[in-house]
């Protein structure tokens, strides 16, 4: 990579994208710099609205907790760390602020399924996702690994938006790649729901009271 | 299964395959980085790489800065490569590699189907992946509106094929 100074106007334009990152998610995108430096701005700018697309679509047709799973699994089976906690940490939040309810898998526990074989978390994740709640997801899950690890071919709608996910959180790992070894405890939720930081202090706080209760449960 | 850390073999006259196996070092990386190198000056632009890193159980950082370094004379020779790996963290890993190398024509995979096609093609990383957006796009924005009128467009076109089947 060509790691010098970017041109004035990419700067100016790095600022203008982490103020605005900023006010919508409460942190300033930290890969700002590094999509600029590897697309350009007009490329960056181009597929990032495919992006908020794609989001929509998975909103959509699976709800909002669910669309965030997808995505954080799509950048989970690419080995993006940053993008696989932050969005499972979003769909976590969804699903907490709107059922009261932790989701199946701690965001926190993605560094240790993502050294393992493909199989065996394929299986820990149909495991976690378990039951009549996640039925839907859980199918859909399965297929976006088979999708991603070219067993199958999409065959319906459902099959390309979820390999449209895949492919554009490709793009997207591209530069986030970058944060390969960051603590998955520093990773932010990548949407406005982590400005809710009452929301995100009980998430927490549900977290570690479950985490606890297993403990005793094991002995 | 080989106990060697790496081990090189000419797969087919322009393949080089490569084996990576166990916990590899900055030392290891340096005597594969010797081996190779030379090897791939003679095959030249037609020259084609296939990192199997499904043996591979730890590469630290330094480890990872020598591949960075051996991709950029992968790259300088123009040569493709292709990373298999069947655990997400070494896929991540070969996606690090092929970024910070700055080398186009890099991807990781899962499996040897998709990399072989990778290595027959001509298209550079981003390049496959934004093509594949671009194409996506079009004829289902269109149809965007309605989740519904696409399944239905789906379930016309199986039972069209089923018709032709049964025809």
Redesign the interface.
Known sequence: ??EGRLPLRHRVFVWLWRRTTSLMVGFPDRFAEEFVR??GVG?FVR?SK?VF?ILQ?LE??FGPAEAQMLIALAA??????WCAVGHMFTGNLELFDREGELGPLDERQI?R???????E?LEQLMALYDGTRWSELNGAIRRQYEL????HEP???DD?LV??TN??W??V???T??A??IDPEVVPPQSAIGKKHELCRRYRRARESSAAADEIEAG | MSERPFFVELVAPYRLQVQLSGEIDENVVRRLTEDLVPQLRTLGDRGEILFDLCELRACPTSARAGLIELQRAVAKVGARTAFIANRPRFRGIALYVAHKSGDPNARAFHQHTQARAWLRSDEGRVEALTSFLGRAKLPRLRRRSSQSQKLRAVGASHHESSEEEAG
């Open positions: 990579m060509n590897t697309y490329e597929w495919k697309e679509r959509k047709r989970f089976w690419g080995g993006c760390r560094p399924l993502q050294v393992m074989k493909d199989a978390a991603r690890s070219g067993q065959e319906n709608a390309l390999e449209e492919v554009m490709e793009w790992n591209e530069c790649i970058t390969i070894d």
